[in-house]
């Protein structure tokens, strides 16, 4: 069994421990399960309860039918609607986003399709930034207006101004409910000031009720920056990404108030998106190096993106650490973020054609969706990720032919440079 009790407290005397520290064990006591060093998979759909009325008072908190006594734990009862394994990881995700409380799903697409089923509804606006990954794109864009959701976009680019202009014309579209922003943007790395955002959710708001904000954090991870003290209410990570960190799993996560994720834990229950134990175990396996893995991508980062800029075939380095002073997005990066990241695009000299000489040349990086593994990996957003986005929609918001995103990871950096240089220099 499992036991918060030993771990509860994040405090050694009057010292706060770190997030880093926090990840090898809260929220478990080895001694209340068999001595074992790290817990165990709880790999079991159901839970035996002590008595009927156990059952019954779990079943009430569970669905709703009564409010939760002072330091009533919620009791296990069906693993789609609570497990050790998640309840444990969600503890230690809490922790990495600054939350009050954090939940699981079996995807990226899972928590954000969730959380906004529980949010909005026909007749509805969503006010979102552009762009946002493929199938957010799919989603916001195809899908939820089959459920009479209009979504209203703005572009990252774009700044304040784009933020206010786009929000006039949702404010007359209908009552919104929500305003999901992805920050940085995938591919272009584009900024969403969370401040303004803000400003603008409590313009929107109606009967005393103000837009929930949903920041998608997936592209800087827990590390680099926590949408939460930025004026976000929910921040959404694909944790298939950094957080698991080794492309060997798929999972998400909605962080927030312990409030404002029950309707979502509701659905969650209804719907089944949660992850299942074994995921559950292999992201706490993750947690323990996750600052180590981040902070030796975003440093290898930084020298393949400095060797990019200098290249002669080449035409546009997207990288956030290279923003020029006085630019806006600047302010908004030294204000919203502790670093630059790994993942970042470059336009090569030419279209199409020369960005997939150079994806089909690599050899130590591998042509491959996904981001924020070990491994580095490159792609093409446009015929790739995003390629469901119309043509015009892609020329709007910079996601050009040759446009290539990639994903550094944790190799030694000289040989990623070497394996870009060979490739790069095969134009010309």
């Given at each position: 069994m499992t036991e918060k009790g030993k771990w509860r407290s994040r405090m050694l005397g009057r010292r706060p421990l770190s997030p880093e520290t926090l990840m090898m064990g809260y929220g478990y006591d080895p001694f209340l399960s068999e001595r074992s060093l790290k817990p165990p998979v709880f790999r079991t759909s159901t839970f035996v309860f002590r008595s009927a009325q156990d059952g019954k008072?779990?079943?009430?908190?569970?669905?709703g039918l009564r409010q939760k006594r002072p330091n009533e734990e919620p009791g296990?009862?069906?693993?789609?609607?609570?497990?050790?394994?998640?309840?444990?990881?969600?503890?230690?995700?809490?922790?990495?986003?600054?939350a009050e409380a954090s939940l699981v799903f079996a995807s990226g697409m899972a928590a954000i399709s969730?959380?906004?089923?529980?949010?909005?509804?026909?007749?509805?606006?969503?006010?979102?930034?552009?762009?946002?990954?493929?199938?957010?794109?799919?989603?916001?864009?195809?899908?939820?207006?089959?459920?009479?959701?209009?979504?209203?976009?703005?572009?990252?680019?774009?700044?304040?101004?784009?933020?206010?202009?786009?929000?006039?014309?949702?404010?007359?579209?209908?009552?919104?409910?929500?305003?999901?922003?992805?920050?940085?943007?995938?591919?272009?790395?584009?900024?969403?000031?969370?401040?303004?955002?803000?400003?603008?959710?409590?313009?929107?708001?109606?009967?005393?009720?103000r837009p929930v904000i949903i920041a998608d954090n997936t592209m800087l991870g827990p590390l680099f920056q926590t949408p939460l003290s930025l004026g976000a209410d929910l921040v959404i990570t694909s944790l298939t990404k950094y957080v698991g960190g080794h492309s060997d799993l798929i999972a998400g996560s909605c962080s927030g108030s312990r409030q404002i994720l029950e309707s979502i834990r509701g659905m969650r229950t209804i719907l089944g998106t949660m992850c299942g134990p074994e995921t559950g175990w292999l992201l706490m396996r993750s947690l323990e190096t996750l600052k180590l893995r981040m902070t030796a991508a975003a440093d290898n980062a930084r020298r393949v993106a400095e060797f990019l800029r200098r290249h002669q075939q080449v035409k546009s380095v997207w990288y956030l650490g290279f923003l020029p002073?006085?630019?806006?997005?600047?302010?908004?990066?030294?204000?919203?973020?502790?670093?630059?990241?790994?993942?970042?695009?470059?336009?090569?000299?030419?279209?199409?054609?020369?960005?997939?000489?150079?994806?089909?040349?690599?050899?130590?990086?591998?042509?491959?969706?996904?981001?924020?593994?070990?491994?580095?990996?490159a792609s093409h957003p446009a015929a790739m990720t995003h390629s469901d986005v119309a043509p015009e929609e892609k020329q709007r918001l910079g996601i050009s032919p040759a446009l290539i995103r990639l994903s550094v990871g944790i190799e030694n950096a000289d040989d990623l440079i070497a394996d870009l240089d060979q490739a790069l220099s095969a134009l010309g």
């Open positions: 008072e779990f079943f009430e908190l569970a669905y296990l009862i069906y693993s789609r609607i609570n497990n050790p394994d998640l309840e444990m990881l969600e503890d230690r995700l809490a922790i990495w986003d600054a969730t959380t906004l089923w529980a949010i909005v509804r026909p007749g509805d606006v969503l006010f979102h930034s552009d762009p946002v990954y493929g199938g957010t794109d799919f989603l916001l864009k195809r899908i939820l207006p089959q459920f009479g959701v209009t979504p209203i976009g703005f572009a990252a680019e774009g700044g304040t101004a784009a933020q206010a202009e786009a929000a006039a014309r949702a404010r007359s579209a209908g009552p919104v409910a929500a305003i999901y922003v992805e920050t940085p943007a995938n591919p272009t790395n584009g900024l969403v000031d969370l401040a303004e955002t803000r400003r603008i959710a409590d313009t929107l708001g109606q009967g005393g009720r002073d006085g630019d806006p997005d600047r302010q908004v990066f030294e204000r919203q973020c502790t670093g630059a990241g790994s993942t970042f695009g470059f336009e090569v000299k030419g279209g199409e054609t020369e960005a997939f000489a150079v994806l089909d040349r690599l050899e130590v990086i591998k042509l491959a969706v996904s981001l924020g593994g070990t491994e580095s990996l």
